[in-house]
């Protein structure tokens, strides 16, 4: 079952003096991010609180947020890797081939054409360029997939099913 919230930023700095935070943004829509005036932060244990947003902005490759109630640096330092979140109903829709980036955890990952597995998807990591999916192998190991249509042709979380293909050399590598 889907979650009710959805993560569409994670909070990686502090930015300034003044309580401002830097989010490494996780959604396609940044401008609808930046204009809202509530969110709620998330530490990963129970259920995110809320926050009212008094102002958020881009600057370089993050949406920096000023928090209302958060006037230090020492204040925002606290905030540094909550996940901001959105209620999944005021989420945009999507088109037929689109899905949310949070629906990928958990997914298992097999190759394409013969069906083996090699794990399930634990996150999808920015990398600055292609992301990369950090997938847990049956023996616990950790694959690193990019996460570009190349290699992943088919992902389908309503199944929780990714098929791969893999670059040749990159299970060598990862072993």
Known sequence: MPSRWLTVARLVKTQGRRGEVAAEILTDFPERLATRREVWLWDGRGEPRRVEVERAWPHKSFLV??????????QAQELVGLEVQIPRGEAAPLGASQYFLNELAGCRVVEQGSGRELGWVRELVATGATPVLAVETPEGKE???????????????????????????LRELNE
Do not use: T
């Not at 694959?143 to 293909?165: D, H, Q, S, T």
């Open 143 to 169: 694959l690193l997939i990019p996460f570009a249509e190349e290699y992943c042709p088919r992902i389908a979380p309503a199944e929780k099913l990714i098929e791969v293909v893999l670059p040749e050399g």
């Open 65 to 74: 947020f000023h928090f209302a109630g958060c006037a230090s640096m020492e």
